[in-house]
């Protein structure tokens, strides 16, 4: 098992889930890890929530909650879920949107440093 994989695995991450959806391929997951940290729906997310669009914020961080969800980033999953329940109806009543974001930008900078280590 790659170091990464372990790191990931110290980290929280569901890594047997994660193993499994891929066959077992860990250079294929951290390509898809590595895609996954610089995907733009991440700030996009943030370019939505300070325009008011919450419809396309819904959208961004919808998708990142999937990929987030398959590549097993158990607390990337769960920020992402903190941002999409609130804006699944359109109306984010009193969540605090900006700070939930703050903390997946954060959470994914924390990603990028196990990646690299």
């Known amino acids: 098992m790659s170091s990464l994989i372990e790191r990931l695995r110290a980290a929280g991450a569901d890594m047997d889930g994660a193993m499994d959806r891929l066959c077992g391929d860990e250079e294929l997951y951290a390509s898809c890890l590595a895609y996954f940290l610089s995907d733009p729906a991440f700030d996009a997310l943030g370019a939505a929530l300070d325009a008011g669009n919450y419809a396309a914020a819904f959208e961004s961080a919808h998708a990142l909650k999937g990929v987030a969800g398959n590549l097993g980033l158990t607390k990337c999953y769960q920020l992402c879920c903190a941002l999409v329940e ?23 900078e924390a990603l990028r440093a196990i990646a690299q280590a």
Do not use: N
């Not at 609130?86 to 994914?108: M, T, W």
């Open 86 to 108: 609130p804006l699944r109806g359109g109306a984010p009543g009193g969540a605090d949107l900006a700070g939930a974001c703050r903390a997946l930008l954060e959470y994914r």
